[in-house]
């Protein structure tokens, strides 16, 4: 159960976010530089909101095999379904 008394962190600095992500600094500041990974200016320093560092994350998942096959196969479906109602 959280500690009500403990705040929570929401914002990190790159460094931060570089430890919780586990990417380097520099790959940081890469998806930073590149527009990958959404961040705040506050103040000359930049900071990013958690929420966005998890969606980050999860939107670049592997898939295992037998889940890329299952999601193959599905798109397959769905595209033999609407060519054959042409």
Not at 10 to 22: D, H, L
Not at 48 to 62: G, N, P, T
Request: aromatic letters at 10%.
């Amino acid at each position: 159960m959280k500690d009500p008394k403990k705040i929570y962190k929401r914002f990190f600095s790159v460094k931060e976010a570089s430890i919780y992500t586990g990417l380097s600094v520099t790959g940081i500041y890469r998806k930073l530089n590149d527009r990958n990974l959404r961040h705040y200016q506050v103040g000359g320093k930049k900071v990013l909101d958690i929420k966005d560092l998890d969606s980050f994350i999860l939107a670049h998942e592997v898939m295992s095999s037998e889940k890329l096959r299952e999601f193959l196969e599905k798109k397959l479906d769905s595209k033999k379904k609407v060519a054959g109602r042409k």
